[in-house]
């Protein structure tokens, strides 16, 4: 990993068939393309996809903002107790403490890029969330221990 001289980031160039891809809920997938270890932590940016139907839970985080930017599909949004109908090219910008609900109300899959600020345990969370999809045992107590995100 080649380093930036005046900033001490990484140059990066990600390939989508190359990042490690999670299942974050119902119909609800993402990979990280720009990790913490890229950034110092200070941020991670991810590519999602959300299948017709599909959603992110409602949540909020504790410690980070998430900003989405829609690249693909239409989604309905909820951002704290406002409703949205968004697509292609329409951006969302949850401040930590503001809770978030998106549904792919399309038609074909919704594709979404979120970057997350700051990054420090974002892929651990995106580790456990997969994990306990696939075991289909959710400790919802231990996320938002761990890593501060609360569902509602």
């Given at each position: 990993m080649k380093k930036n001289q005046e900033t001490n980031k990484a140059i990066i160039v990600s390939k989508k068939d190359e990042s490690p891809k999670y299942w974050m809920s119902k119909g609800e997938y993402t990979n990280i393309i720009v990790n913490t270890k890229q950034t110092n932590n200070e941020y991670v940016i991810t590519d999602g996809i959300i299948e017709v139907n599909g959603f992110v839970p409602d949540h909020y985080h504790k410690w980070e903002d998430q900003?989405?930017?829609?690249?693909?599909?239409?989604?309905?949004?909820?951002?704290?107790?406002?409703?949205?109908?968004?697509?292609?090219?329409?951006?969302?910008?949850?401040?930590?403490?503001?809770?978030?609900?998106?549904?792919?109300?399309?038609?074909?899959?919704?594709r979404l890029l979120s970057y997350i600020f700051p990054g420090n345990?974002?892929?651990?969370?995106?580790?456990?969330?997969?994990?306990?999809?696939?075991?289909?045992?959710h400790d919802k107590k231990l996320i938002e221990e761990k890593f501060g995100i609360v569902y509602i």
């Open positions: 900003t989405f930017h829609i690249i693909e599909g239409e989604v309905d949004a909820k951002v704290g107790d406002k409703w949205y109908k968004l697509g292609v090219g329409d951006t969302i910008h949850c401040p930590r403490g503001t809770s978030h609900f998106i549904k792919n109300t399309g038609s074909s899959n919704a345990w974002a892929e651990e969370f995106f580790a456990e969330t997969s994990r306990q999809n696939h075991e289909g045992k």
